[in-house]
């Protein structure tokens, strides 16, 4: 097995343009990570921080009419190699006038005739997706065993629809369905939101991907259900040594199931490193942002802490259309010291390699 | 890892479904009972008029049987204005229905299903466009077109068809918009991209194939009722088929002309035919969608 990651990020923009505006919402900007073989990745952020276009610009799900995507995809695993985002800028022409973005052009067509054509072995094939809402991804008016059979005769050698049916019922019983002969025959209205959601683990698997993107797999499941498809989860990983990047704004669900952990805000990475660093509540060398994260848990360790109360975060979200040059976090920082607080406000920290592959995006550690 | 997934065979049967019908309302049933009768008597005289195995020659005058009623000599729903048979003429007039209203069908549902995946699917301009030329369709008065281009051509039974299913065709596409509109809500269009399904696959077999085949098959009966209707309208005023090739509009048209004297039946036998027929028809597409789309509701 070679050591290079299954997939790595470089420098990956994603763009939308705004008409009204005259500029770009800056969703992604810049961010560089990987996912070695057999890993699990765990993207973490507040709503709005730009891990579910991240995961679909990997997947070349951007289609909408503006949007501009820029960087680097290397998805590798030993007999395919290919940059999944290359020549994808040459259908996009940007006008700019002083700064403001007068007018964009898409050949949409272009764009997605040239991404079909380099996703057609990827999609589903080597990278395999589980939405957010189970039930919302299954067409609702046929069976579940169904779509999960056609998956099979997709993307595996199986053609034989009773061999495909047969190795749809061997899915939905290795994620743990009851009675899996019964349930293939169940509309997916007819599931419960758990049960929707080992469905839709099931047909994600039944292409016998490489890499599983997991976009927020628990919302909308109450606790124990989580924690049940999180189980699920790290076995199949486990068994069959899948790659799995996993999105999700809850830092508990990511430190469940996650190797290496970054933490997103604004469109770009503030922490990256393994889960043990990231996460670690030990350490005091961490970013300011993902400290506050982890003392938002409800635990109770941290409300002994915080004196009874819950910690929260001040501020909100960054805007994204505007360009800064500051440290993105600046405005909702409580660490900023005398010391670095020229720097926080006016230039963008480098994301600095503090030992070990742990890296973070503060002045404070430079 | 060994499966065993063998136990758990023979409880299917337990869980096996009811069949479609045992768990329809009754009436529903009945109706489609009665639409499928309707249809099947269409599609016999149709075959019957083609092959011309008819009871009498349908422009053999009886100068000494006209307008008689039912049971008269051997004519079983009697004679008309000019002594003809008037079963003989109702049979044959199917002819004039059943091939241009498949056209109809054929053209409303083909091009409206195309227009409406390219809007709901594509979105964009071509929504735009289309939902234009929707609008447009929609303002002008069907009949007044028809009119303009039986004016302008001549008064062919097809190309009065071809115009039905021309001006058909948005309503078909707005319905089949809608449908996506609402499937795209759901998401699992784009979860079918993702997990590697070609657009082809998506477009025919998960939006066509499994979405919208109810609303398609309603449609077409809906457009065979349709296709009647206006061919009467038009045969009423003159512009549809034209005698002495039968049709149950121009029947009704020349039977009307003896009605003030009393003689009531010659039109009206075909506008019970008509009666029966559209109905038939209309309630095979009630019942249709009762069934099939309230089985998806349970």
Same mark, same amino acid.
């Given at each position: 097995?070679?050591?290079?990651?299954?997939?790595?990020?470089?420098?990956?923009?994603?763009?939308?343009?705004?008409?009204?505006?005259?500029?770009?919402?800056?969703?992604?900007?810049?961010?560089?990570?990987?996912?070695?073989?057999?890993?699990?990745?765990?993207?973490?952020?507040?709503?709005?921080?730009?891990?579910?276009?991240?995961?679909?610009?990997?997947?070349?799900?951007?289609?909408?009419?503006?949007?501009?995507?820029?960087?680097?995809?290397?998805?590798?695993?030993?007999?395919?190699?290919?940059?999944?985002?290359?020549?994808?800028?040459?259908?996009?022409?940007? *006008?700019?006038?002083?700064?403001?973005?007068? *007018?964009?052009?898409?050949?949409?067509?272009?764009?997605?005739?040239?991404?079909?054509?380099?996703?057609?072995?990827?999609?589903?094939?080597?990278?395999?997706?589980?939405?957010?809402?189970?039930?919302?991804?299954?067409?609702?008016?046929?069976?579940?065993?169904?779509?999960?059979?056609?998956?099979?005769?997709?993307?595996?050698?199986?053609?034989?629809?009773?061999?495909?049916?047969?190795?749809?019922?061997?899915?939905?019983?290795?994620?743990?369905?009851?009675?899996?002969?019964?349930?293939?025959?169940?509309?997916?209205?007819?599931?419960?939101?758990?049960?929707?959601?080992?469905?839709?683990?099931?047909?994600?698997?039944?292409?016998?991907?490489?890499?599983?993107?997991?976009?927020?797999?628990?919302?909308?499941?109450?606790?124990?259900?989580?924690?049940?498809?999180?189980?699920?989860?790290?076995?199949?990983?486990?068994?069959?040594?899948?790659?799995?990047?996993?999105?999700?704004?809850?830092?508990?669900?990511?430190?469940?199931?996650?190797?290496?952990?970054?933490?997103?805000?604004?469109?770009?990475?503030?922490?990256?490193?393994?889960?043990?660093?990231?996460?670690?509540?030990?350490?005091?060398?961490?970013?300011?942002?993902?400290?506050?994260?982890?003392?938002?848990?409800?635990?109770?360790?941290?409300?002994?802490?915080?004196?009874?109360?819950?910690?929260?975060?001040?501020?909100?979200?960054?805007?994204?259309?505007?360009?800064?040059?500051?440290?993105?976090?600046?405005?909702?920082?409580?660490?900023?010291?005398?010391?670095?607080?020229?720097?926080?406000?006016?230039?963008?920290?480098?994301?600095?390699?503090?030992?070990?592959?742990?890296?973070?995006?503060?002045?404070?550690?430079? | 890892?060994?499966?065993?997934?063998?136990?758990?065979?023979?409880?299917?049967?337990?869980?096996?479904?009811?069949?479609?019908?045992? %768990?329809?309302?009754?009436?529903?049933?009945?109706?489609?009972?009665?639409?499928?009768?309707?249809?099947?008597?269409?599609? $016999?005289?149709? /075959?019957?008029?083609?092959?011309?195995?008819?009871?009498?020659?349908?422009?053999?005058?009886?100068?000494?049987?006209?307008?008689?009623?039912?049971?008269?000599?051997?004519?079983?729903?009697?004679?008309?204005?000019?002594?003809?048979?008037?079963?003989? %003429?109702?049979?044959?007039?199917?002819?004039?229905? #059943?091939?241009?209203?498949? /056209?109809? $069908?054929?053209?409303?549902?083909?091009?409206?299903?195309?227009?409406?995946? /390219?809007?709901?699917?594509?979105?964009?301009?071509?929504? =735009?466009?289309?939902?234009?030329?929707?609008?447009?369709?929609?303002?002008?008065?069907?009949?007044?077109?028809?009119?303009?281009?039986?004016?302008?051509?001549?008064?062919?039974?097809? $190309?009065?068809?071809?115009?039905?299913? /021309?001006?058909?065709?948005?309503?078909?596409?707005?319905?089949?918009?809608?449908?996506?509109?609402?499937?795209?809500?759901?998401?699992?269009?784009?979860?079918?991209?993702?997990?590697?399904?070609?657009?082809?696959?998506?477009?025919?077999?998960?939006?066509?194939?499994?979405?919208?085949?109810?609303?398609?098959?309603?449609?077409?009966?809906?457009?065979?009722?349709?296709? $009647?209707?206006?061919?009467?309208?038009?045969?009423?005023?003159?512009?549809?088929?034209?005698?002495?090739?039968?049709?149950?509009?121009?029947?009704?048209? =020349?039977?009307?002309?003896?009605?003030?004297?009393?003689?009531?039946?010659?039109?009206?036998?075909?506008?019970?035919?008509?009666?029966?027929?559209?109905?038939? #028809?209309?309630?095979?597409?009630?019942?249709?969608?009762?069934?099939?789309?309230?089985?998806?509701?349970?």
């Amino acid at each position: 097995m070679s050591t290079t990651p299954l997939i790595k990020i470089e420098d990956l923009h994603t763009f939308f343009y705004s008409k009204a505006k005259q500029a770009f919402i800056r969703a992604v900007d810049g961010i560089s990570m990987e996912v070695p073989r057999g890993k699990t990745l765990g993207i973490v952020g507040e709503s709005g921080s730009g891990k579910s276009i991240t995961m679909m610009s990997v997947l070349g799900l951007i289609n909408a009419g503006p949007g501009v995507i820029r960087g680097k995809v290397t998805y590798d695993n030993g007999t395919i190699n290919k940059n999944l985002l290359d020549g994808l800028e040459r259908f996009v022409d940007v *006008h700019e006038e002083s700064g403001t973005v007068m *007018h964009v052009e898409k050949d949409l067509a272009g764009w997605q005739k040239h991404s079909e054509e380099l996703m057609k072995d990827i999609r589903g094939n080597e990278i395999s997706i589980i939405f957010q809402n189970p039930k919302a991804a299954f067409n609702p008016f046929t069976v579940i065993g169904d779509q999960i059979a056609e998956m099979v005769m997709l993307h595996t050698d199986i053609k034989d629809p009773q061999a495909a049916k047969e190795k749809a019922i061997y899915w939905l019983e290795r994620v743990k369905m009851d009675t899996p002969e019964v349930r293939y025959h169940n509309y997916p209205g007819a599931l419960s939101g758990g049960m929707a959601q080992r469905a839709m683990v099931a047909m994600a698997l039944a292409s016998e991907p490489s890499l599983l993107i997991a976009d927020e797999p628990t919302t909308g499941l109450d606790a124990t259900i989580q924690a049940k498809v999180l189980e699920l989860l790290a076995e199949l990983k486990e068994e069959l040594g899948i790659t799995i990047m996993i999105i999700s704004h809850d830092i508990g669900v990511i430190s469940a199931l996650s190797d290496y952990v970054a933490v997103m805000y604004g469109g770009t990475v503030l922490e990256y490193g393994k889960a043990e660093d990231v996460l670690s509540t030990k350490y005091d060398n961490k970013h300011p942002y993902a400290k506050a994260l982890l003392a938002s848990i409800p635990s109770l360790e941290n409300i002994e802490k915080s004196g009874g109360r819950l910690q929260a975060i001040d501020g909100e979200v960054l805007d994204t259309i505007k360009v800064v040059e500051c440290c993105k976090f600046s405005a909702r920082c409580n660490r900023i010291t005398d010391a670095v607080k020229d720097k926080c406000h006016n230039n963008q920290p480098p994301l600095q390699d503090i030992g070990g592959g742990h890296k973070i995006r503060c002045w404070l550690y430079q | 890892m060994k499966i065993q997934y063998q136990q758990h065979t023979k409880d299917i049967s337990q869980y096996s479904e009811l069949s479609l019908i045992q %768990r329809s309302d009754k009436t529903d049933v009945a109706f489609v009972a009665y639409g499928l009768f309707v249809l099947s008597l269409v599609f $016999i005289s149709y /075959l019957l008029g083609l092959f011309g195995w008819l009871p009498f020659d349908p422009d053999d005058m009886d100068m000494d049987l006209m307008m008689a009623l039912p049971g008269a000599s051997g004519h079983i729903l009697g004679t008309d204005f000019l002594g003809r048979d008037i079963l003989t %003429r109702l049979i044959l007039g199917i002819q004039a229905y #059943f091939l241009p209203g498949l /056209l109809a $069908i054929v053209v409303a549902l083909g091009l409206g299903t195309f227009m409406g995946v /390219l809007s709901g699917y594509r979105g964009g301009k071509a929504e =735009a466009v289309i939902t234009y030329i929707n609008n447009v369709m929609d303002s002008l008065p069907r009949l007044v077109l028809i009119l303009l281009v039986v004016a302008a051509f001549k008064p062919d039974i097809y $190309i009065i068809m071809l115009v039905v299913g /021309l001006t058909n065709a948005p309503a078909v596409a707005s319905l089949v918009k809608d449908k996506i509109t609402f499937l795209k809500q759901k998401n699992f269009l784009e979860a079918s991209v993702a997990l590697g399904l070609s657009t082809r696959t998506i477009i025919v077999k998960h939006i066509l194939w499994y979405n919208c085949r109810t609303l398609l098959i309603i449609q077409a009966t809906l457009g065979m009722a349709e296709a $009647i209707l206006i061919e009467t309208s038009l045969s009423y005023l003159g512009f549809g088929v034209q005698e002495p090739i039968p049709s149950w509009g121009n029947m009704i048209q =020349a039977g009307a002309n003896y009605m003030m004297r009393g003689d009531f039946w010659p039109s009206t036998a075909p506008a019970l035919a008509i009666l029966f027929t559209v109905l038939g #028809f209309h309630l095979l597409g009630d019942g249709l969608n009762n069934i099939l789309e309230g089985k998806r509701r349970k």
